[in-house]
């Protein structure tokens, strides 16, 4: 009972990524924790999606699914991550490593523990180069400088023989973008890869990666809790809430979203025209995943819950034109 | 400071004595087996800086001589030690699990007995020579590494950077090796200095029961052991071996301690 979100255009052609009801469990002493839950969406070549939660949500936990990196146990995933039609979630630890990095690659939070401290960046650099294409020291020296100018670190010569604690914070993401480009992948997972910079290197890391994905044709799955910063980066956006999509749309109608999660979280948005009002916070606290509220899982926290919220659960289904949510009620009115 | 200052009087010691134990061969070997029966427990003298010894045979170049025996005994006694323990730990602190707890519980039950023993008890079982002799003080080593290096991988095998390495398609081999383990040299190299002399101590205490290097060699250890009768007449015979002992322990400890410091173990905390 899947459906499609977005892009009836795109149908025809086979899609890069498609997931398929994708459920990650986790077994814990306490029960068992719903992290993902029967998510399902497409995402073409040269796309990209960004997926919006709040903390715990789950949004990580899709891109570690994609690696095939759940932890196992506790964890457990099932559903299909079909990546150009062949299915991750059946494939072999070894056979995942060469996708890994090569295919698909991913960007994270926080670059100063990323990068291994004791190694300088050059090395880091062409480790890839030396993983996944076996190049001799040198080919891959020439290709970490080579890419390393790419994401425009100056004089890559010189920063390839810092260590990663001698970068600026900003410097270090772009070398974790290096990294994680260099190889040429597919896809490139970014996980909130500018919540640990500063608001104007934020602005410059953004920048650098659209123009990165223009120039290497990248797909991107971009998971972020910043609803602005993912409006402006991505062609579609999900948002996830308590593991479960809840809306998917294109960007344009993000601003008239039709699930009141997406209403509260627009809403809460803090906007300049509104400094001296207080911030709209959603009631209530993101629900227990290992007992979840019954039916919707957002109806404690809704405002226009009503008794089936409770009983049934609603599902993903299109509502006008590329625009696919999960409730009953959906909100047909501009935010406020 | 003052630390840095002993340290560096650790180094020192280190270095002469093992530069010594390097040049022996060639300043001792015939010195140290030259016996005069007709000169025996004599005095320091001009002809004998240190004296001589029950045979009459020189003790400076016995104790040269010494050195070597026992920095060789030692290097590979820690050499196989660090080759055996550090993987082990390493390999075990990555993957946890069974395997983990099978090799921290051999490595328990190989602590549980007093060293010293353990070593007596293979060198008796195996016949003295200098592998048994190795293998026997590598036997009393190999824990502290296991548990060192696995403590370390515990401590970093869950920061990010593994994690990228993962996603990086990096295999686990690759990842404990060459990702992790420079990360967790530090208290390694420490416990390296350390046990070298434990090994040297060891060596000495096996030799010193009639356990390690037969005579005539001049291992430290025996050279005590054919002193003890004679210390009342002439105990230069007894003292010279025994700071020998002293001052090269003295110099490893220093120099470990020293080590310690400058990788502080504080900056594994985080």
């Avoid at chain 1, 425009?152 to 810092?162: A, D, G």
């Avoid at chain 1, 289904?317 to 406020?336: G, I, Q, R």
């Avoid at chain 2, 170049?61 to 070597?68: D, E, W």
Wanted: aromatic share 6%; glycine share 8%.
């Amino acid at each position: 009972m899947f459906s499609i979100p977005g892009n009836m255009k795109g149908e025809m052609e086979a899609p890069l990524l498609d997931i398929q009801n994708l459920r990650v469990e986790l077994l814990l002493r306490r029960g068992i924790l719903t992290a993902v839950d029967d998510v399902s969406f497409r995402l073409r070549e040269k796309e990209s999606l960004g997926i919006v939660g709040e903390t715990g949500c789950g949004k990580s936990m899709i891109a570690l699914s994609i690696m095939g990196l759940v932890p196992s146990p506790p964890g457990r995933a099932s559903g299909r991550i079909l990546f150009e039609g062949v299915d991750l979630i059946r494939k072999k630890e070894r056979e995942l490593r060469r996708i890994r990095g090569r295919e698909i690659a991913i960007i994270f939070q926080e670059p100063l523990t990323a990068l291994n401290p004791a190694f300088i960046i050059g090395e880091q650099v062409a480790e890839c180069y030396r993983v996944h294409f076996g190049h001799s020291k040198r080919t891959a020296r020439e290709g970490a400088e080579h890419i390393l100018d790419l994401v425009r670190v100056p004089s890559p010569k010189q920063v390839m023989k810092l260590y990663p604690h001698e970068l600026s914070g900003g410097m270090r993401q772009r070398v974790m973008i290096a990294i994680a480009l260099a190889c040429q992948p597919k896809l490139l997972i970014a996980d909130e890869p500018t919540t640990a910079l500063d608001v104007t290197v934020q602005a410059q890391i953004l920048e650098l990666l659209e123009e990165l994905r223009e120039k290497m044709k990248l797909a991107m799955i971009f998971i972020s809790h910043n609803l602005g910063v993912v409006a402006h980066l991505c062609d579609r956006i999900a948002v996830m809430y308590a593991g479960a999509l809840v809306e998917v749309t294109d960007v344009e109608s993000l601003l008239q979203p039709l699930h009141p999660y997406t209403l509260g979280l627009l809403d809460a948005m803090p906007l300049p025209e509104h400094r001296d009002e207080y911030l709209k916070a959603l009631p209530g606290n993101i629900c227990d995943l290992i007992y979840p509220p019954s039916g919707c899982k957002f109806h404690p926290r809704c405002f226009k819950a009503q008794e089936i919220c409770a009983q049934e659960r609603p599902g993903l289904e299109m509502k006008p034109l590329d625009h696919a949510v999960a409730c009953f009620f959906p909100v047909y009115h501009e935010p406020s | 400071m003052l630390r840095n200052r002993l340290a560096t009087l650790g180094l020192f010691i280190v270095v002469v004595i093992t530069l010594l134990a390097l040049a022996a061969p060639w300043l001792a070997s015939e010195n140290a087996f030259r016996m005069n029966l007709a000169d025996r427990l004599a005095g320091p003298s001009h002809g004998h800086i240190l004296g001589t010894d029950t045979y009459g045979r020189d003790i400076f170049a016995r104790i040269l001589l010494g050195a070597s025996i026992a920095m060789q005994v030692a290097l590979t006694a820690v050499s196989v030690a660090f080759i055996i323990g550090v993987p082990l730990g390493g390999i075990a602190g990555y993957m946890g699990g069974l395997f983990d707890t099978a090799v921290m519980r051999l490595i328990d039950a190989l602590l549980a007995f007093p060293g010293r023993l353990l070593a007596i008890a293979l060198v008796a079982a195996t016949g003295t020579s200098f592998l048994t002799l190795c293998a026997a003080v590598a036997v009393n080593a190999i824990p502290g590494y296991t548990r060192v290096i696995r403590a370390a991988v515990l401590m970093q095998k869950d920061k990010e950077y593994v994690e990228a390495a993962r996603m990086n398609g990096e295999s686990g081999a690759r990842i404990l090796f060459s990702e992790i383990f420079p990360n967790c040299l530090a208290p390694v190299l420490v416990l390296v200095t350390l046990d070298f002399a434990h090994a040297i101590l060891l060596e000495s205490s096996l030799s010193f029961l009639g356990l390690g290097f037969p005579p005539p060699a001049p291992s430290w250890g025996l050279m005590l052991s054919e002193a003890r009768g004679y210390m009342e007449i002439a105990p230069h015979v007894a003292i010279f071996p025994g700071l020998a002992i002293s001052l090269t322990i003295l110099g490893f400890n220093l120099l470990g301690d020293g080590l310690r410091d400058v990788f502080d173990p504080r900056q594994y905390e985080r």
